[in-house]
């Protein structure tokens, strides 16, 4: 991986991860999205999440930031946390991830 594509999955990943540090019942009163900034390689960079509830009680909170490789090409980067019915707080799985694609 090119070092900055591994400076844009890592800065999502922190992102997410300071969600795991929150308490469920937190989580689960997120606004339904909103935005951060932050640095990287000495560039403003803004991105966002989304927060989605299921019928099941799983809450989904994921992250994402996007860069322009070519004239109208962009790469993704993705992150997430789950909060599952039982108050566990993990990160999202691969597959979870991947449907945010």
């Known amino acids: 991986m090119r070092q900055v594509d591994q400076d844009y999955q890592e800065a999502v990943d922190f992102q997410a991860v300071q969600l795991l540090r929150k308490e469920a019942s937190n989580l ?9 900034e932050l640095t990287i390689a000495g560039r403003l960079v803004k991105g966002g999440w989304w927060h989605y509830t299921f019928l ?5 909170v994921y992250f994402q ?3 322009r490789v070519w004239l109208i090409l962009y790469k ?3 992150s997430g946390i789950k909060v599952l019915p039982d108050n566990t ?6 597959e ?3 449907t945010y694609d």
């Open 65 to 67: 930031l996007t860069r």
């Open 28 to 36: 689960r009163t997120m606004p339904n999205y909103g935005g951060f």
């Open 56 to 60: 099941d009680g799983t809450h989904h």
């Open 96 to 98: 979870e991830v991947a």
């Open 89 to 94: 707080v993990c990160p999202l799985s691969d």
């Open 76 to 78: 993704t980067y993705l």
